[in-house]
């Protein structure tokens, strides 16, 4: 095997224009919150990065009187096309401010400058120039000839797309005319308030966006909040399950992005080279915190052994380091409590009787590191096979026939995604037709587009975002 040695291509962290302290953005302005302050931590060294300050109960009532009022007086009144000016300009400010985003968020995050650069910020300014576009003509979405928003829009999100979480739930809400609070995760809180700071450049009117962070609490007091019309929430199944609780019978709207389990299902007529390339991409982008990672392989028995040992070979040219390094591929684990978890699962995994293989590549000596990880010999009742390890972990099954290839796919609780790899379009056909997922991608994985709704079934959720279909969440039609 060729070892080749890269020289160091470090992003300069300066760039990030880091400030010393964040604060809540409420009514237009950036406000003490009445909260603890919390730290946010680079997961590649475990130094603080900023403090920020949190939202306190009182805080999110502010917030969301603030943004009914702006859906009142400015926001819900004004034409769609004067509404679809701010958005465009968010985005084309998204845009300018690009590699700025892009080296804050792998700060904060432990991201591959890579990926934030080519996918997480392009795809964010991406999702709202294409929402400013239906701002204007939402009674030609086919949801009715004089749809109206809703209201104030409350939305929680997760660590893992800090940044594109946050552009699905502003963009959308925003372009139908709907007003919104919004609370990053507690340890990536930093791009979501520089995307208020850049809402503020573009002089959106005060109170229509709102960004609250703090911890599950604040999410909590949001998703409480009788003020508002709407909750959207992207996060895990167990608070997914809490906040659908919270809202029942109360007659808010609700939408769930939960997690998954997706099986990247590979046909013996696959391209093998190409469809390697899509498993490594569907498990280890962004260090597998995706999800709708490609975390169970489903190969045909056939060729099992041969695609495994191309696939290893393939994870071992994977570098794993520094996340501001332009040749890293797989960064930092976002959090301590992650990296436990992530540990704690491939322990599982040794214990049920599961292969362990286990890339060679070196990892730093500090920060929270994982190396890429391959299960083989997996049973469909093992917790490998079962439960979502959000991590750069993949656990492989086999099958024999496609009826078998299905079953095997469907047999998860979860239902956001799936990979089919074959050279056969009415496989791949008949195949999609039978797996339980929100998203099906054939001899691909992990395409992001703004037109194209991306959601769940079963405990993945339910609503869809992206696309005229995902207007239809924000939208009383
Ligand atoms: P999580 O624990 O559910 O957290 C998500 C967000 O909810 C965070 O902002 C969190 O605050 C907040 N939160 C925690 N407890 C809450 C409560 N009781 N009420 C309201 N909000 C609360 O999920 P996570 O572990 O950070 O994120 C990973 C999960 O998100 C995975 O399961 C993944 O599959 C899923 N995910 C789904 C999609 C999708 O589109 N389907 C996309 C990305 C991620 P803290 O930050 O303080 O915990
Ligand atoms: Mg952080």
């Known amino acids: 095997m060729v070892d080749w040695t890269y020289a160091p291509a470090p992003e300069s962290a300066a760039i990030a224009n880091l400030q010393p302290t964040y604060r809540p953005f409420v009514d237009g302005k950036f406000v003490d919150g009445g909260g603890e302050p919390l730290k946010t931590v680079n997961p590649a060294t475990e130094e603080v990065l900023a403090e920020v300050g949190t939202a306190s109960s009182a805080d999110v009532d502010t917030a969301v009187?603030?943004?009914?009022?702006?859906?009142?007086?400015?926001?819900?009144?004004?034409?769609?096309?004067?509404?679809?000016?701010?958005?465009?300009?968010?985005?084309?400010?998204?845009?300018?401010?690009?590699?700025?985003?892009?080296?804050?968020?792998?700060?904060?995050?432990?991201?591959?400058?890579?990926?934030?650069?080519?996918?997480?910020?392009?795809?964010?300014?991406?999702?709202?120039?294409?929402?400013?576009?239906?701002?204007?003509?939402?009674?030609?979405?086919?949801?009715?000839?004089?749809?109206?928003?809703?209201?104030?829009?409350?939305?929680?999100?997760?660590?893992?797309?800090?940044?594109?979480?946050?552009?699905?739930?502003v963009a959308p809400a925003l372009a139908c005319g709907n007003t919104i609070v919004l609370k990053p995760a507690e340890t990536t809180p930093l791009t979501a308030l520089v995307l208020a700071e850049i809402a503020a450049e573009a002089e959106l009117p005060p109170g229509v966006l709102n960004v609250l962070p703090g911890a599950g609490d604040v999410g909590a007091a949001i998703v409480r909040n009788t003020g508002l019309n709407k909750v959207a929430f992207t996060g895990s199944t167990?608070?997914?399950?809490?906040?659908?609780?919270?809202?029942?019978?109360?007659?808010?709207?609700?939408?769930?992005?939960?997690?998954?389990?997706?099986a990247n299902i590979v046909y013996d007529?696959?391209?093998?080279?190409?469809?390697?390339?899509?498993?490594?991409?569907?498990?280890?982008?962004?260090?597998?915190?995706?999800?709708?990672?490609?975390?169970?392989?489903?190969?045909?028995?056939?060729?099992?052994?041969?695609?495994?040992?191309?696939?290893?070979?393939?994870?071992?040219?994977?570098?794993?380091?520094?996340?501001?390094?332009?040749?890293?591929?797989?960064?930092?684990?976002?959090?301590?409590?992650?990296?436990?978890?992530?540990?704690?699962?491939?322990?599982?995994?040794?214990?049920e009787g599961a292969q362990r293989w286990t890339s060679s590549c070196p990892l730093p000596e500090r920060g929270l590191f994982f190396p890429p990880t391959v299960f083989s010999g997996v049973e469909q009742t093992m917790r490998v096979a079962r439960e979502e390890i959000f991590g750069p972990v993949l656990s492989v099954l086999t099958f024999r026939t496609p009826e078998e290839a299905v079953a095997k796919a469907n047999n998860t609780p979860y239902g956001l995604s799936a990979g089919i790899w074959t050279d056969k379009g009415s496989k791949a056909l008949w195949t999609a037709q039978r797996v339980r997922a929100g998203v099906v991608w054939t001899n691909t994985f992990n395409r992001f587009d703004p037109t194209s709704p991306f959601g769940g079934y079963r405990e993945s959720g339910f609503g869809r975002e992206g696309g005229r279909i995902g207007l239809e969440a924000y939208l009383d039609a």
């Open 65 to 169: 009187a603030a943004a009914r009022r702006a859906f009142e007086t400015t926001w819900g009144p004004m034409p769609g096309a004067e509404r679809a000016k701010y958005i465009y300009r968010i985005a084309r400010i998204v845009a300018e401010r690009a590699r700025e985003l892009a080296v804050l968020e792998s700060l904060d995050n432990g991201k591959p400058i890579r990926e934030s650069r080519d996918v997480d910020v392009p795809t964010a300014s991406a999702h709202l120039f294409h929402h400013a576009g239906w701002a204007d003509k939402l009674e030609y979405a086919g949801l009715g000839p004089a749809p109206k928003p809703l209201g104030v829009v409350g939305s929680v999100i997760p660590w893992n797309f800090p940044l594109l979480m946050a552009a699905w739930k």
């Open 238 to 262: 167990d608070v997914g399950k809490e906040i659908q609780r919270t809202l029942a019978g109360t007659g808010r709207r609700l939408t769930l992005e939960l997690g998954g389990k997706a």
């Open 269 to 351: 007529d696959a391209p093998l080279d190409q469809a390697v390339e899509g498993v490594v991409d569907g498990i280890f982008f962004n260090q597998g915190h995706v999800c709708c990672a490609g975390s169970r392989l489903l190969v045909q028995e056939s060729i099992a052994d041969e695609f495994t040992e191309l696939l290893h070979r393939r994870i071992e040219t994977l570098r794993v380091g520094d996340p501001l390094d332009k040749n890293t591929d797989v960064g930092a684990i976002n959090s301590r409590a992650q990296l436990d978890r992530i540990v704690d699962l491939a322990a599982a995994g040794d214990e």
